[in-house]
């Protein structure tokens, strides 16, 4: 095996290491920028059309869930356009946002 073949596998080998050093994108910051960004904003202060500062909510995993997925006054409901799946990614990037 010569030299550049055997420095080529190494750093093959380094790889996964170096992608799993950045940090994690959670899948529900998609959503999140999808959905929820256009009032709350990027960090959840926004506050746009009435929007709650996501950062100074104190509803635990339970009431987000239930509000995201009903709605609640001005506040869509997004039962119908994400999954429940999706709801929970969301709320869970939701609750990150401090
Ligand atoms: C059309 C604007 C709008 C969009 C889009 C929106 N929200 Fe809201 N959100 C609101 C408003 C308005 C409230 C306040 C509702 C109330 O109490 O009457 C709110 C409240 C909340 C609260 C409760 C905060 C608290 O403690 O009172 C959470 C959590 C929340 N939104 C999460 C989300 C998430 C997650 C998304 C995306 C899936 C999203 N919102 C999309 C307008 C929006």
Do not use: W
């Not at 009032?39 to 635990?60: I, V, W």
């Amino acid at each position: 095996m010569n030299l550049q073949l055997s420095a080529f596998l190494f750093l093959l080998a380094l790889l996964p290491q170096v992608a799993s050093a950045a940090p994690p994108v959670l899948p529900g910051q998609l959503i999140f920028q999808k959905n929820c960004v256009r009032c709350h904003g990027a960090n959840g202060k926004r506050g746009l059309n009435g929007a709650h500062d996501l950062t100074k909510s104190n509803l635990n995993e339970f009431g987000r869930t239930y509000l995201v997925t009903n709605g609640m006054g001005k506040m869509p409901a997004f039962g119908k356009s994400l999954t429940p799946e999706q709801v929970q990614q969301v709320v869970a990037y939701s609750l990150t946002l401090k």
